[in-house]
């Protein structure tokens, strides 16, 4: 049971750490960001189930949804604030629509069953152990992608953007092909998330790829610290260990589960009055949280 949560927690921290590229780094209300996580998981088991080794599988996996976001952004980029979220909120009800009802692609609500485990330097990845490294693996480089852009000159301009786009066009920069090149940035480690989720539970369907999934993810980054990827990946373990507890009190899922929603909103209402920047907030926060303190 343990290495399954491990590998869970891991698995959502990428998620985490792909849509904080988006949000908390960029500032652009992303509600569509559980359809690039369908697009890589359906990548990745077609071809998969087609007999193309796992490294083509993965590949795909990140370039299809990568792509996806700029095809997304091409037209919406322009939206700010709400208009932007409606849009993107559309993308994701459209991407679950053609998941649901391409019977002959993806088998629609009968998902894809067997999905083969993957294979990477001769390595066949079939063990609970195997998988909590391989989830690691994973999560520590997208932790380290989401790092190097963060502090590269890339991230400095995200962040510019973020805090006001119009200085920035002020000053004779162009914004748009930077938020194409972050979403495109979310959307493909949000596929690399949805190749190792298809693999490990050899199964894929519509049901986890909706809007829900994209709200939990809002919530672990808000809670983890907006634009700080350790915050994110934090929140994620933090949040799925207390969710998961809850199934080890022997109560019924008929209270259980009313439970866990009560537990998050206690936790969410608690943070937002005690640590309103996040459990881990990002740098320039917390100094001027400091600053507002000593005043």
Not at 236 to 248: C, D, I
Not at 259 to 273: E, P
């Amino acid at each position: 049971m343990i290495p399954h949560l491990l590998t869970v927690m891991a698995l959502w921290a990428i998620l985490a750490v792909s849509l904080n590229l988006v949000v908390g780094l960029t500032g652009l209300f992303n509600l569509g960001h559980a359809a690039f996580f369908g697009i890589g998981a359906y990548a990745s088991a077609l071809l998969a189930q087609a007999g193309l080794p796992y490294p083509v599988c993965l590949a795909a996996a990140v370039a299809l949804p990568a792509l996806a976001g700029i095809g997304v952004g091409l037209p919406t980029l322009r939206l700010r604030g709400d208009y932007l979220a409606m849009a993107t909120l559309g993308f994701g009800e459209i991407s679950r629509a053609v998941f649901r009802n391409w019977v002959g692609l993806t088998r629609g609500p009968m998902g894809l069953p067997g999905i083969p485990r993957p294979e990477l330097l001769g390595l066949r990845i079939d063990s609970p152990a195997k998988w909590v490294a391989t989830a690691f693996v994973g999560l520590a480089l997208a932790w380290l992608v989401a790092e190097l852009v963060t502090r590269a000159p890339l991230g400095r301009m995200l962040r510019a953007i973020r805090e006001d786009e119009l200085a920035v066009q002020a000053l004779g920069k162009n914004p748009e092909p930077y938020k194409l090149l972050a979403l495109a940035l979310g959307a493909g480690l949000a596929g690399f998330g949805g190749s190792l989720y298809a693999h490990y539970v050899a199964f894929v369907d519509p049901t986890p790829f909706a809007l829900p999934t994209t709200i939990f993810l809002f919530l672990l980054i808000v809670l983890g610290g907006l634009g700080h990827h350790g915050g994110s990946i934090l929140a994620a373990f933090v949040l799925l260990a207390l969710r998961e507890s809850l199934r080890f009190t022997g109560l019924p899922p008929s209270i259980a589960a009313p439970l866990q929603q009560l537990v998050f909103s206690i936790l969410l209402v608690t943070l937002v009055i005690y640590r309103p920047w996040g459990l881990l907030p990002e740098p320039r926060l917390r100094s001027l949280r400091d600053r507002a303190a000593r005043a």
